[in-house]
């Protein structure tokens, strides 16, 4: 079942068009992940599920997207903060507010008025154990989380994402400030969490699309060039420009 589709979508940022026509679905509770080299219009893409675009000036936007069949652009035609609910996102770099990791978790409850306070500890509890940190921070709830570790942080970040238990979860290189340990960590995180979750990765890295999406595009000069199971993306393209770039001949 379709949970995003575009339909003839096109993005400009004043007179640059950053994306050209594109036409896709992204199915429910798989991760689907978009690769190509940087300008393609990955994270412009990312961005328009859940409206950042709009807080660029200049930006215009025309043709269809919609979310579980609803529109969601255009003047009036959704709740920004009900969209912003439904679509969580995590950005590249880890960006943990200068509070508490529970005042962290809680934040979008109370934003959102999700929850009684007299809830708020067993949310806490759920959405760190869900990734997995809950046996490192539960003693150290009241502490800073800018004091975490760059892994911890982006864990965290996840965490306070899942809290308000959306249904779609954008990550836009959510590895590329981590090592190569963290990133398979959290990799298996993204992996357990798709059961619950659709997720969107934006990402270079051609090796981690490859490990962990079922469905994966191809973006280059704000097109859409291709979009298929990951596998026949990586092992039969059906555009040599998808070719060219997975074997390494650009990007």
Known sequence: MSKITTKNLNL??????????????????????????SGCGKSTLLRVFNRMNDLVEGVKVEGDVLIDNEPICGTGVCDLVKL???????????????????????????????????????IVYESLNSVLLWDDLKDRLRK??????????QRLCIARTIAVKPDIVLMDEPCSALD???????????????????????THNMQQAARVSEDTGFMLLGELIEFARTEDIFTR???KRTEDYITGRYG
């Open 12 to 37: 400009w940022y004043g007179s640059f068009h950053a994306l050209k026509d594109v036409n896709l679905s992204f199915y429910e509770k798989k991760i689907t992940a978009i690769i190509g080299p």
């Open 84 to 122: 912003r609910k439904k679509v969580g996102m995590v950005f590249q770099r880890p960006n943990p507010f200068p509070l508490s990791v529970y005042e962290n978790i809680v934040f979008g409850l109370r934003v959102h008025d999700l929850a009684v306070k007299k809830d708020y500890d067993k």
């Open 237 to 239: 393209p059906q555009d």
């Open 180 to 202: 190569p340990q963290a990133t398979a960590r959290i990799e298996e995180l993204m992996r357990e969490l798709k059961n619950s979750y659709t997720i969107v990765i934006v």
């Open 144 to 153: 800073s989380a800018l004091s975490l570790s760059l892994e911890q942080k």
